[in-house]
Each structure stands twice: as structure tokens, then as C-alpha cells.
């Protein structure tokens, strides 16, 4: 038979428990629901971080795509990465459209004066195209290297 502080310390260790597995277990919020979007007026940058292959991928900027007209403004944008980095870009825009991303199938609705931010792994090697899947508009070029 146990004392009662004896229960209560085991239920406090399992209580404990519980919650250091659901934080591990739950991960971050950018590559769950391709189809959902998060709206912003005026998205922020998160600074890049490097790391050694012992440690967790690079960490990249959030590039900013900016869409006027339907046209992404300077150009396509050309955006690098190497395999296992972590893909991160915000699309703001002036007309609706949906955004996809050729080759790692994510899509997300865009609406007029709003944006729609990704975050995804760089789990595949080669060059996919951004666009604006209404207007056959390409907006990004995603390189990814081994």
C-alpha cells in the first residue's frame, strides 16, 4: 500500500508526462492543411539561423512575393534552398486568386489585398513553379538542392 504523498507524486510524474508528449507530439502549425490561409496586413520576417548537420535544418527567411495586377512585382521570384532547410514565403496580393505550389502539391486561397503564408520541409530535390493557378501566372521559381 502506498501514502497518499507517494500517489500524488506518481499522478504529478504521469500528469507530467502527458503534457511533455503532447507538446513533442502536436509540432508546429505551417505544413498541416494545405488548403487553409492565414491572413496578414503586414507580414514579419523571422531571421535565418545556420546549424550544423548534427542539428535540426537551416531555418530561412520568409520571402516576400508581392502580386500587383496579377503580375508578381520584379519578376518571378527565384528562391533557393537545399534539401531538408525549411521552405518559407508570404504571397500579398492585390487580386484573388489561389497559389500553388507545382510539384509539392500545396494550394492555398488568396483574397484581394490579403496574403497566405507557407512553410514546408524541402523534402523534394529539383525547380517547381509557384503561381497564381487562375491566371496561369507564374509568381516564384522554388530550387532545391541535395
Not at 38 to 55: F, G, M, R, V, Y
Not at 115 to 134: C, I, M
Amino acid at each position: 500500500m502506498r501514502s497518499p504523498a507517494a500517489r500524488v507524486a506518481i499522478g504529478l510524474g504521469a500528469l507530467a508526462a502527458v503534457v511533455v508528449l503532447f507538446v513533442v507530439l502536436a509540432g508546429g502549425d505551417d505544413g498541416g492543411d494545405s488548403k487553409s490561409s492565414t491572413t496578414t496586413t503586414q507580414p514579419q520576417a523571422t531571421p535565418t539561423t545556420k546549424s550544423t548537420p548534427a542539428e535540426e535544418p537551416r531555418v530561412a527567411v520568409d520571402e516576400q512575393i508581392t502580386v500587383r495586377n496579377g503580375k508578381p512585382v520584379g519578376g518571378v521570384k527565384r528562391l533557393s534552398y537545399d534539401s531538408g532547410d525549411r521552405i518559407r514565403f508570404v504571397v500579398t496580393s492585390d487580386v484573388a486568386d489561389e497559389v500553388h505550389v507545382h510539384g509539392y502539391d500545396i494550394s492555398k486561397d488568396l483574397r484581394a489585398g490579403g496574403s497566405v503564408r507557407f512553410g514546408f520541409p524541402a523534402k523534394l530535390e529539383g525547380v517547381f513553379e509557384v503561381e497564381l493557378e487562375g491566371r496561369a501566372q507564374p509568381i516564384a521559381e522554388l530550387r532545391i538542392s541535395p
